[in-house]
T-cell receptor, first 115, second 113 residues
Framework: DQQVKQNSPSLSVQEGRISILNCDYTNSMFDYFLWYKKYPAEGPTFLISISSIKDKNEDGRFTVFLNKSAKHLSLHIVPSQPGDSAVYFCAARRAGGTSYGKLTFGQGTILTVHP | EAQVTQNPRYLITVTGKKLTVTCSQNMNHEYMSWYRQDPGLGLRQIYYSMNVEVTDKGDVPEGYKVSRKEKRNFPLILESPSPNQTSLYFC????????????FGNGTRLTVT
């Protein structure tokens, strides 16, 4: 049962335009959401996160939006740059207990930004 | 430099030959874990450890063992590897601070023939 889903395997965007990556989740116990970026032959690197008590978090060109009622989050990259081309993973964490270190990941979306 | 180091980066082995993938972190993190990445499935947790001598199963623990004898090291052991364990493996660590992200190593590409 895939509790975190990224339904778009790939996304292609022109440099300078906006990239929007989407993620849906099913478990209402998730209280913290993260986006990771992964380049080939490297491990995932943390990009941005959002707590379930917020609906938006911004860091430079990256903004994450959370819609709890729809169990949906999205990552906006504006403006997109060729160096943003990578695989993006959405991840979620459950509240409480020993869960603080465990992340449940989506399948990933390959973003390609064309010059 | 703060990092999680895995070795080896690439490993090809045969069915049944025991192997160990090492993981070390220099950030004094209490929590360490192993994930495997497979196409269409994202990353799935294999095992985790909340501190020295404290380990527990993740979502896909079958066929794997771990140990945590020192805070910085968390090796992944495959006693009798099988072809379905061919995958990309990542070690990760984090502090116990609320909302701190996981820090990942660069991965180990394992092929079992």
């Amino acid at each position: 049962d895939q509790q975190v889903k990224q339904n778009s395997p790939s996304l292609s965007v022109q440099e300078g335009r906006i990239s929007i990556l989407n993620c849906d989740y099913t478990n209402s116990m998730f209280d913290y959401f993260l986006w990771y970026k992964k380049y080939p032959a490297e491990g995932p690197t943390f990009l941005i996160s959002i707590s379930s008590i917020k609906d938006k978090n911004e860091d430079g060109r990256f903004t994450v939006f959370l819609n709890k009622s729809a169990k949906h989050l999205s990552l906006h990259i504006v403006p997109s740059q060729p160096g943003d081309s990578a695989v993006y993973f959405c991840a979620a964490r459950r509240a409480g207990g020993t869960s603080y270190g465990k992340l449940t990941f989506g399948q990933g979306t390959i973003l390609t930004v064309h010059p | 430099e703060a990092q999680v180091t895995q070795n080896p980066r690439y490993l090809i082995t045969v069915t049944g030959k025991k192997l160990t993938v090492t993981c070390s972190q220099n950030m004094n993190h209490e929590y360490m874990s192993w994930y495997r990445q497979d196409p269409g499935l994202g990353l799935r947790q294999i095992y985790y450890s909340m501190n020295v001598e404290v380990t527990d199963k993740g979502d896909v623990p079958e066929g794997y063992k771990v140990s945590r004898k020192e805070k910085r090291n968390f090796p992944l052991i495959l006693e009798s590897p099988s072809p379905n364990q061919t995958s990309l493996y990542f070690c990760a660590s984090t502090t116990g601070v609320h909302n701190s992200p996981l820090h990942f190593g660069n991965g180990t590409r394992l092929t079992v023939t």
